[in-house]
């Protein structure tokens, strides 16, 4: 079983993730032992070269689960949508 309990999870990239990534969002079903956001981090940086280009410093990376921000030790059970963008700059 999976830790998402089998259901799809909508992943969501924005601004240089979206760009370097290519695709805007996705639906994924986790393996089993994704339990935090570190580990969806690191699990998504093996999924090809895209991927480990925009994660390749991941301590950078700015997470919202189901629209809150969330450190990278958050759990990720039960998130409808993981939304993965770049620090923001204020104006």
Do not use: C, N
Not at 69 to 84: C, F, K, N, Q, T
């Amino acid at each position: 079983m999976s830790i998402a309990g089998g259901s799809p999870m909508k992943l969501a990239y924005f601004a240089w993730v979206r760009e370097r990534i290519g695709v805007s969002d996705e639906e994924v079903e986790l393996p089993a032992g994704i339990v935090t956001v570190a580990d969806l981090l690191t699990w998504l940086k093996g999924r090809g070269e895209t991927y480990a280009a925009a994660l390749q410093s991941p301590e950078f990376i700015r997470v919202a689960i189901d629209q809150e921000h969330a450190d990278h030790s958050e759990p990720v059970a039960g998130a409808r949508e993981i939304a993965l963008f770049p620090p923001m700059t204020g104006g």
